[in-house]
């Protein structure tokens, strides 16, 4: 089984997960900002004598990816994330100079996924899944044997992901949330990228974008 650990970092408040698998983990959008937090991450996986495997990104706005150049070049690992979020890797710089938080951008090889490919720890297994509205290529990940899916900026606690920034659309992110998400069962938990974790079926009751009549 995976063990879930989250970490909230940046002043955006970004969480970043990490799964554990024995003495092995998948790292889930780092966000760390700055050598602090970089060094807090890099602490847990020595104290607990976990070895990142490999980095997952549900989508590459600049909060998600803050600690994606660290992480791969200390681990030695490579991005996996869906081809549409490429271009959104290259335009987080420029996104961090708005917001006022310059970061170096990671640079280097990139491996893709498309939505329903499976990524595996040992005998655990994740599934993809394409929640497109966010960010044009956004991800979710899900764990079926322990029911779990981890959602980045797609469905949070009450709300969704904004679709106001570049690239974004309402309609497709609604979409997306009905046919991909509020299909789990609703026993799920949602571990969001922002904010306390949830369930597909309090937010099927309870969410003003998507409340079920």
């Given at each position: ?5 989250v ?7 970004e969480?970043?997960?990490?799964l554990?698998s024995?003495?092995e ?7 760390c900002?700055?050598?602090e ?6 602490d847990?996986?020595?104290q ?5 495997k490999?980095l ?6 600049l ?29 987080a ?6 917001w006022g ?7 280097g090889p990139l491996?893709?996924?498309?939505g329903?490919a499976p990524v595996s ?17 956004h991800l ?10 981890i959602?980045?900026d797609a469905l949070f ?19 997306a ?5 509020f ?11 922002h904010?306390p974790?949830t369930?597909?079926g309090y ?10 009549p």
């Amino acid at each position: 089984m995976f063990t879930v650990r989250v970490f909230t970092f940046s002043p955006l408040q970004e969480n970043t997960y990490v799964l554990i698998s024995g003495r092995e983990g998948i790292v889930i959008d780092p966000g760390c900002y700055g050598e602090e937090e970089q060094e807090a991450l890099a602490d847990f996986f020595t104290q607990n004598g976990v070895q990142p495997k490999i980095l997952l990104q549900t989508h590459c706005h600049l909060d998600h990816v803050f600690g994606t150049r660290w992480l791969a070049g200390a681990y030695g690992l490579t991005p996996l994330m869906h081809p549409l979020e490429e271009k959104m890797l290259q335009l987080a710089p420029s996104s961090g100079l708005m917001w006022g938080l310059p970061f170096d951008n990671y640079q280097g090889p990139l491996a893709f996924l498309e939505g329903g490919a499976p990524v595996s720890l040992g005998d655990n297994h994740l599934s993809a899944l394409f929640v497109p509205g966010h960010s044009p290529g956004h991800l979710c990940f899900y764990c079926q044997a322990q029911g779990f899916v981890i959602g980045g900026d797609a469905l949070f606690r009450e709300s969704i992901g904004r679709t106001d920034l570049p690239f974004g659309d309402h309609a497709t992110l609604l979409q997306a949330i009905r046919s991909q998400l509020f299909t789990l069962p609703d026993s799920t938990v949602v571990y969001p990228g922002h904010g306390p974790a949830t369930t597909i079926g309090y937010e099927k009751r309870h969410n003003p974008f998507l409340r079920l009549p």
